[in-house]
């Protein structure tokens, strides 16, 4: 039993990510006590090393400083969850090692089941046994995460953040990344490859349309099995799903 919520801090690269492991935990006030959140590895070590938490959420894949190097710059290891997109053969090392993982995207009856392990888990933890682990994930072969887009001007070509995509759509033979400040810029992507690439965060709704579910304002009910989505973006965008891509925004649902 946790006499006492845990002091928390969340680390993860993807903000969709941090907020939908915030909302999550906040239904378990006597468990967690979110006092810090870190975009990425170094920002963590400053808030770790300065709040001390009793236990982490921790994504291992991040650009720049990975979660094994964050790690070892640690005064001192707290409890750790890893939040990671590792497939099933390789979560099996997270079973040997008295720690727990939760597979993105993060589901209420997985947390639930972490949240029994909490119980058992050692304050002390063996930091040498966990830096061994991680050092172990660290050399594993792993797909790289989308940061950005290219966008051609002409001659030119530019760069625009993934983050900052509100939504994208396919028209022809062109595809149409629409931005927070509402600039429409073409890139040479389709929606599949899209579809393929994009990280947590990013549902398909429609088949030219995949929407950044950060964005998602509102949805009502439409006709013929369908919804409409509202976005939050300066041209409060309006979007009518389509009804092959109903169980997508249902699973998405369910997961929120």
Request: glycine fraction near 4%.
């Amino acid at each position: 039993m946790i006499n006492t919520p845990l002091k928390t801090i969340i680390i993860d690269d993807e903000p969709p990510a941090i907020k939908r492991l915030r909302d999550l935990l906040s239904d378990y006030p006597l468990v967690f006590e979110i006092v810090g959140e870190a975009p990425g590895s170094k920002e963590a070590v400053i808030i770790i090393n300065k709040l001390k938490p009793d236990l982490i959420f921790l994504d291992i894949q991040m650009p720049g400083m990975n979660g094994f190097e964050m790690l070892n710059r640690l005064e001192k290891i707290p409890m750790i969850i890893f939040c990671t997109a590792y497939d099933q053969y390789s979560l099996k090392a997270f079973e040997t090692n008295s720690v727990d993982y939760l597979l993105k995207p993060v589901k209420k009856e997985r947390l639930d089941q972490a949240i029994a392990k909490l119980t058992f888990f050692k304050k002390e933890l063996q930091s040498e046994k966990i830096m061994g682990f991680l050092e172990d994930l660290a050399n594993m072969e792993r797909p790289k995460t989308m940061t950005s887009l290219t966008v051609r001007r002409g001659n030119k070509i530019n760069f625009i953040k993934l983050n900052d995509v509100v939504y994208f759509k396919a028209e022809e033979k062109y595809v149409s990344a629409f931005t927070t400040d509402g600039k429409e810029n073409i890139i040479d992507l389709t929606i599949k490859v899209l579809e393929e690439k994009l990280p947590y965060g990013y549902l398909r709704v429609h088949r030219s349309i995949i929407i950044n579910t950060l964005y998602i304002n509102e949805i009502q009910t439409y006709f013929n099995s369908r919804v409409t989505i509202f976005l939050s973006d300066l041209k409060q965008t309006k979007i009518i799903t389509g009804r092959s891509y109903m169980k997508n925004i249902k699973d998405w649902m369910e997961l929120k």
